[in-house]
T-cell receptor, first 112, second 118 residues
């Protein structure tokens, strides 16, 4: 079993829709949770960063962490064609030396 | 956010040659840098962790003599693919972790380097 599971998609939704992206994980020691966006042939860009459980909102993006279920989500409101990219979840334990584990990424396409 | 610069962005070389890729943190110090490899439509595969002033730590299955990593300063790490072969063709991405006391450990990525070995 992989430490982090993420549906690879592709996920295609119409412009303006609410997008829900999810990851599950198996290691209860993970404390930091991140979402990265990667455009084709580019390096990943950090979108959201949360510590432990709870919600965090930044503009059209909301990250949720449910440690009891080992489940994290990224919601995108009012989706735009420019949001079309691969979204990677990532997580690590508390120690600053801990390795970051990435999900396989979900390819998202927003149809105009 | 912090800026990580990676160079070259694209390189084509003949089989048997060596290729060096540079990763620089432009506006912060990075005691730790990471090198990843990414195949088309797949996630990032960590190759090695590069610590300033010490030897890199390689992941299982990654040949340290094939992929030479040097982290000579707090702002520069290099990856050299030695005696490259077509199967080494891939997208190589570096990332850096900010050196601070907050222990947030955020990673900032370079733009990636696409290596094509003929």
């Amino acid at each position: 079993q992989k430490e982090v599971e993420q549906d690879p998609g592709p996920l295609s939704v119409p412009e303006g829709a609410i997008v829900s992206l999810n990851c599950t994980y198996s290691n209860s020691a993970f404390q930091y949770f991140m979402w990265y966006r990667q455009y084709s042939r580019k390096g990943p860009e950090l979108l959201m960063y949360t510590y432990s459980s709870g919600n965090k909102e930044d503009g059209r993006f909301t990250a949720q962490v449910d440690k009891s279920s080992k489940y994290i989500s990224l919601f995108i409101r009012d989706s735009q064609p420019s949001d079309s990219a691969t979204y990677l979840c990532a997580m690590r334990r508390y120690s600053s030396a801990s390795k970051i584990i990435f999900g396989s990424g979900t390819r998202l396409s927003i149809r105009p | 956010g912090a800026v990580v610069s990676q160079h070259p962005s694209r390189v084509i070389c003949k089989s048997g040659t060596s290729v060096k890729i540079e990763c620089r943190s432009l506006d912060f110090q990075a005691t730790t840098m990471f090198w990843y490899r990414q195949f088309p439509k797949q996630s990032l595969m960590l190759m090695a962790t590069s610590n300033e002033g010490s030897k890199a730590t390689y992941e299982q299955g990654v040949e340290k003599d094939k992929f030479l990593i040097n982290h000579a300063s707090l702002t520069l790490s290099t990856l050299t693919v030695t005696s490259a072969h077509p199967e080494d063709s891939s997208f190589y991405i570096c990332s850096a972790r900010i050196r601070d006391g907050a222990n947030t450990g955020e990673l900032f990525f370079g733009e990636g380097s696409r290596l094509t070995v003929l």
